[in-house]
């Protein structure tokens, strides 16, 4: 099923990470496409945005932020659209995203992806500040789930109703974290098949998976390690409902070199609709 914009499927692709810098620039590997987080580059230059210049060059590129905050009451920051969509621009990114939470109030920022309140109230004010960001970007914005260790006892629906009605409402992308699903699902006691199930297909331009750490009572979404089965197994699940998307691997704390990482994430091949496959299960072969 391709998505509402025809966003292309980029393939397999992992973040861009400063320590795999020599690496790139050096062997030019043949991964896909590179997922760039987009604060690391838009307040600096020299090496940094010479790196990054050169591998927008040679390869697909996608933003992906943890600033925007765009369940905050605070107003929206335009200087840091401004910036934002510069750098869109420079790095012909061919989507931009971030997270649906809030990341601080009154101007301060917590450097953390604080959960949002599920209510009618929030969806309503979350829905008004996706649309104004995406007409300034001049182009949809993509909205990952985050991961969750604490509920409000004022939320009125689950987090996968909310995620599919501001798609719908806002008319913006998502961008599916299976991991975050998983560790979230446990964390939360819900069946984590429910929630990819109840995600409009048609809005998914995405894929994110990573390792997690286990602490037995909880799991904490690290980006440290090699995913594990279940978190294949969703991902499979999910991708037999949206067919092939772009797909990116984060490993993000004690990163090993680019091979493991790149390897990691091809395994990912393994899971997702092969194109002649995809095509006669659309039409019903």
Same mark, same amino acid.
């Given at each position: 099923m391709p998505n509402r914009w025809n966003f292309a499927d980029l393939g397999i692709g992992v973040g861009l990470r400063t320590v795999h810098f020599p690496h790139i620039l050096s062997q030019k590997p043949a991964v896909d496409w590179f997922e760039v987080l987009s604060e690391n580059f838009m307040a600096t230059g020299? *090496?940094?945005?010479?790196?990054?210049?050169?591998?927008?060059?040679?390869?697909?590129?996608a933003l992906h932020g943890v600033s925007l905050s765009i369940g905050s009451t605070d107003p929206v920051d335009f200087d840091y659209l401004r910036r934002l969509?510069?750098?869109?621009? *420079?790095?012909? %990114?061919?989507?931009?995203?971030?997270?649906?939470?809030?990341?601080g109030v009154l101007g301060r920022n917590t450097h953390d992806l604080l959960p949002?309140?599920?209510?009618?109230?929030?969806?309503?004010? !979350?829905? %008004?500040? !996706?649309?104004?960001?995406?007409?300034?970007?001049?182009?949809?914005?993509?909205?990952?789930?985050?991961?969750?260790?604490?509920?409000?006892?004022?939320?009125?629906?689950?987090e996968w109703e909310f995620m599919a009605r501001? %798609?719908?409402?806002?008319?913006?992308? @998502?961008?599916?974290?299976?991991?975050?699903?998983?560790?979230?699902?446990?964390?939360?006691?819900?069946?984590? *098949?429910?929630?990819?199930?109840?995600?409009?297909?048609? *809005?998914? !331009?995405?894929?994110?998976?990573?390792g997690h750490t286990h602490k037995g009572t909880h799991i904490l979404d690290t980006h440290s390690d090699h995913a594990v089965d279940e978190v294949w197994e969703l991902f499979r699940l999910s991708c037999l409902r949206?067919?092939?998307?772009?797909?990116?691997?984060?490993w993000d704390e004690d990163v090993p070199d680019f091979e493991t990482v790149h390897a990691e994430a091809r395994k990912a091949a393994a899971h997702r609709p092969q194109? @002649? @496959?995809?095509?006669?299960?659309a039409h019903g072969a």
């Open positions: 020299g *090496r940094p945005l010479y790196v990054l210049d050169q591998v927008a060059e040679r390869y697909p590129v969509k510069d750098l869109a621009r *420079r790095t012909r %990114a061919h989507w931009v995203s971030d997270h649906l939470c809030w990341t949002m309140p599920y209510t009618e109230a929030a969806l309503r004010h !979350v829905v %008004a500040r !996706v649309r104004t960001i995406s007409d300034f970007l001049e182009r949809p914005l993509v909205l990952e789930n985050p991961s969750s260790y604490v509920e409000f006892a004022a939320s009125t629906m689950p501001m %798609a719908e409402d806002a008319d913006c992308g @998502l961008l599916l974290d299976v991991n975050n699903v998983y560790v979230s699902s446990f964390n939360h006691g819900f069946d984590p *098949r429910a929630y990819v199930a109840a995600i409009p297909a048609d *809005r998914v !331009v995405q894929y994110h998976l990573a949206t067919g092939a998307v772009a797909t990116l691997y984060e194109p @002649l @496959l995809a095509a006669a299960a």
